[in-house]
């Protein structure tokens, strides 16, 4: 089984990852002695405000006159479990605390080894999570622990906007569950046998992230099927391999031209030489009239050179960025249009 690569895409992949509740087992914190600690944390805190300089000793406790961007920056640097004890302090850090950005940057990831531990927990506090990642870790969940983890779903799965995961069968037994997605992270799928994706499920679906390149193309045509038989979804980020099914990739990527804003592909071979593809692309292009990032990994600048070359003249692009292996006299890449502003970020790795 393949290990698990990093890749790029638009969004929040770069973010850490903070599980420590359920995810560590060495942590001083953990499941069993949570309602305990939260106590603790509570008399600690308290502590602490009564040394601040502003505090007034009567009953209407007040806290440093700080703005809420500040406040905002202090509580991003915590990890989740302490976000947690912040919000018991009083309800305008509870207020503060629950702000979006607060909430997506910290993920709740599910694994085989703690999926019972967070489905005991959740049924002992009200606990939400905007971002789960699902990490089967190569072996896949037993029968058991799959119907756990529809209980974990059914608890949290209104909840959450932003999903990673690594098996597509475990997308399609929750589909129903995860009615307020919006971003999806397929990047690192395994090859499943059978499993079809029905992006339907998932009305409100604004990102999505595909890859599926396993050597022998059954992923990707797994998820290309699913992604060309969108309906009434408009995507406006959107992370793609242009792969061996290049013709079906651009014919479903053509259903969400006009509203893609972010646009993220890998193109592994040189398009600006197939008679067949090359127009396809072209007409594509012409559609993108929203778009205002641009990130491509090509095979070479003369890919490049015909994306950009074909895009719509009157688009809103504020950002390009570049990456291809190979240079030669002919790869140069310039402003498509000469505008003042449109920021070019251009990586090549020269080869003797």
């Not at 059914?154 to 990673?164: A, E, R, W």
């Not at 390149?213 to 959107?238: H, N, P, V, W």
Request: hydrophobic share 40%; charged share 25%.
């Amino acid at each position: 089984m393949k290990p698990h690569p990093r890749n790029e895409k638009c969004g929040n992949e770069d973010e850490p990852i903070d599980s420590e509740m359920f995810h560590n087992p060495s942590c001083d914190t953990t499941l069993k002695n949570l309602d305990e600690a939260t106590q603790t944390g509570i008399a600690e805190t308290n502590a602490v405000m009564d040394t601040l300089p502003d505090i007034r000793g009567d009953n209407s406790t007040s806290l440093p006159a700080l703005p809420n961007e500040i406040w905002l920056k202090i509580f991003n640097s915590l990890s989740h479990g302490d976000l947690l004890q912040v919000k018991l302090v009083c309800k305008y850090w509870l207020e503060l605390a629950q702000a979006p950005e607060l909430r997506r940057r910290s993920k709740l990831v599910i694994t085989t080894q703690n999926v019972k531990d967070i489905c005991d927990f959740i049924k002992r506090q009200d606990f939400k999570c905007e971002s789960v990642v699902i990490d089967e870790e190569g072996r896949g969940f037993s029968s058991v622990d799959r119907e756990i983890l529809l209980t974990v779903f059914k608890h949290l799965g209104s909840d959450v906007v932003q999903l990673k995961l690594y098996q597509l069968s475990s997308l399609s037994m929750l589909s129903s569950l995860l009615p307020n997605l919006e971003e999806l992270n397929l990047l690192d799928i395994y090859p499943q046998k059978g499993v079809l994706v029905n992006f339907n499920k998932f009305p409100n679906l604004k990102s999505l992230l595909m890859d599926g390149d396993d050597g022998d193309g059954k992923t990707q045509m797994q998820l290309f099927s699913g992604f060309y038989q969108m309906s009434g979804i408009r995507l406006e980020a959107l992370t793609l391999n242009v792969g061996r099914f290049a013709a079906s990739c651009l014919a479903a990527l053509a259903l969400h031209a006009s509203s893609l804003r972010c646009l993220k592909l890998k193109i592994d071979f040189d398009i600006s030489r197939d008679s067949i593809l090359q127009p396809q692309l072209e007409e594509t292009l012409k559609n993108f009239t929203q778009l205002e990032a641009l990130y491509i990994k090509c095979h070479n600048g003369a890919t490049a050179r015909a994306i950009l070359e074909n895009l719509f003249k009157g688009n809103r692009l504020k950002t390009i960025a570049l990456d291809f292996p190979y240079r030669d006299d002919d790869d140069v890449v310039e402003n498509p249009d000469g505008r003042a502003g449109l920021l070019i970020y251009l990586s090549i790795d020269a080869q003797s």
